[in-house]
Each structure stands twice: as structure tokens, then as C-alpha cells.
């Protein structure tokens, strides 16, 4: 089934170069140029994924991604001009999965889209793992808590992936990067304690408290083992 793939861009150029290359790859195209425009376009179309680009007139990428986030875990990639970390790191915990730096390839950001795609459609294990009272259901891409359901992003969901699968087990930033193949944070190992720290955000029982994912000072991250 052809994918489609929703661009939200004010450059039309960019645009229309990154249009042609994708639908050379076969892929539906959607556009949009401005920031309500784009949102309204990703909540009608329900698209396989997104380009988001950061500079948007009538509502920022940023905010964008935010919002799509609290009803969605459609995979995002961030475009930017913006080339300092800080500007990516928080590219990465207003939800989207992968960026983009300006000015930048087509034929890479296709390389990118089929790279996030093929990664979000596959989970080939077992539909549901239990450790303790946390259930990870692989097929729907939820952790199952006690009393409620919670979504995840693709890129979370990986991450704690990794981690229940190994419990007691510690991970270094640079390990869970290289398990995270496919998802491009460009050695940036500030990104994975981003994401950690969005995935506690939805799962531990309160702020502050560690139940499931522990970091270990100097080291990395592990799931705590019951």
C-alpha cells in the first residue's frame, strides 16, 4: 500500500523538489505552507508521516509537533535551519523523531522517510511483553500501566523496546544510539537523555519518581528489574 507523506513547508521551492523526489519513490504527496493549514491537513489525512519544517508562518513546527503528539504517534521529521544542538535537542523532546538540518539533500530526506517508515511498520516479535506490571504491546505501540493505556512515539517506543528486553541490564547513550539504527540522531547521545527523559514523563507514576527506567550517573540508562 503506497504511504503518504505530508509536507508542511513555506518554501515552496523545498517543496517541490522534495515532492518530486518522493513521488519518484511512489509515495502520495500532501503540501501544506503554513502551520494551521499543515495541522488541519495532518488531523483530516491521517498521513504515514510527516516533514515538518521548524520556521512556519500562523504556527510554529514546534508547537505543531507538540500538538500532534498529545493525539498521535505519526512519525515526524524535523526540518531546520537552526544548526546550534540545543536547537535539535529540542527539536527531538517536542516529539519528532528524527531532523533535518538545512540546507540539506532530497535524496536524503527520502533516504530518511523510508528509513523511519520501515522501522515504524515493523515490529516482528512476540504482540505483547509483560515485566512486573508494565506491558509493552508491540503491535499497537502502547505501554499498558496500571489503570491506563499510553501511547508512545515510534522513537520512544524503540528505546523502551531495548530496555524491557533487557532488564538490569545498563545501556551507555552511545549502546541504545547504535541499537536505534534507522533513526538518525547523528551521534548526538544528549538526544537519547531527551527521549528518556519524554518516555518517564508518560510512564513513571509520578515526577521525579523512578519505577521502570533508572539512569546510572556516568554510565547510561537500565529497566529496573523486579
Same mark, same amino acid.
Given at each position: =500500500? ?9 518554501? #515552496?521551492?523545498?517543496?517541490d523538489?522534495?515532492? &518530486?523526489?518522493?513521488? $519518484? /519513490? ?23 508521516l510527516?516533514?515538518? &519544517?521548524? =520556521? ?7 508547537? !505543531?509537533? @507538540?500538538?500532534?503528539?498529545? =493525539?498521535? &504517534?505519526?512519525?515526524?521529521? =524535523?526540518?531546520? $535551519? @537552526?544548526g &546550534? ?16 538540518? %538545512? ?8 533516504s ?5 517508515? %520501515? ?5 516482528? *516479535?512476540?504482540? #505483547?511483553v ?8 508491540? %503491535? ?12 508512545? *512515539?515510534? *522513537?520512544?517506543? /524503540? ?10 541490564? !545498563?545501556? +551507555? ?13 547523528e +551521534?548526538? /547521545?544528549?538526544?537519547?537523555?531527551? #527521549? ?14 523512578? %519505577? ?15
Amino acid at each position: =500500500m503506497r504511504k503518504t507523506i505530508l509536507i508542511i513547508d513555506d518554501e #515552496q521551492g523545498i517543496v517541490d523538489v522534495c515532492r &518530486d523526489y518522493l513521488l $519518484a /519513490e511512489d509515495f502520495i504527496v500532501l503540501e501544506a505552507n503554513e502551520g494551521l493549514s499543515g495541522l488541519e491537513s495532518a488531523r483530516k489525512n491521517s498521513p504515514d508521516l510527516i516533514v515538518l &519544517d521548524w =520556521m512556519l508562518p500562523g504556527m510554529d513546527g514546534l508547537t !505543531i509537533c @507538540k500538538t500532534l503528539r498529545k =493525539m498521535d &504517534d505519526v512519525p515526524i521529521i =524535523m526540518l531546520t $535551519a @537552526k544548526g &546550534d544542538e540545543n536547537d535539535r535537542i529540542q527539536g527531538l523532546e517536542s516529539g519528532a523523531d528524527d531532523y533535518i538540518c %538545512k540546507p540539506f539533500s532530497p535524496r536524503e530526506l527520502v533516504s530518511r522517510v523510508k528509513s523511519l517508515l %520501515k522501522r515504524s511498520s515493523g515490529i516482528v *516479535t512476540t504482540d #505483547q511483553v509483560r515485566v512486573s506490571d508494565l506491558i509493552l504491546d508491540r %503491535k499497537r505501540y502502547l505501554v499498558i500501566l496500571p489503570g491506563k493505556e499510553v501511547s508512545l *512515539t515510534h *522513537t520512544e517506543f /524503540e528505546l523502551l523496546n531495548i530496555l524491557v528486553a533487557h532488564p538490569g541490564r !545498563i545501556f +551507555s547513550r552511545g549502546q541504545l544510539l547504535a541499537e536505534l539504527r534507522g533513526v538518525n540522531f547523528e +551521534s548526538y /547521545e544528549r538526544a537519547i537523555d531527551s #527521549q528518556i527523559r519524554n518516555l518517564r514523563k508518560k510512564i513513571e507514576p509520578k515526577e521525579n519518581e523512578t %519505577k521502570y527506567i533508572q539512569t546510572i550517573y556516568g554510565v547510561g540508562y537500565k529497566f529496573i528489574e523486579k
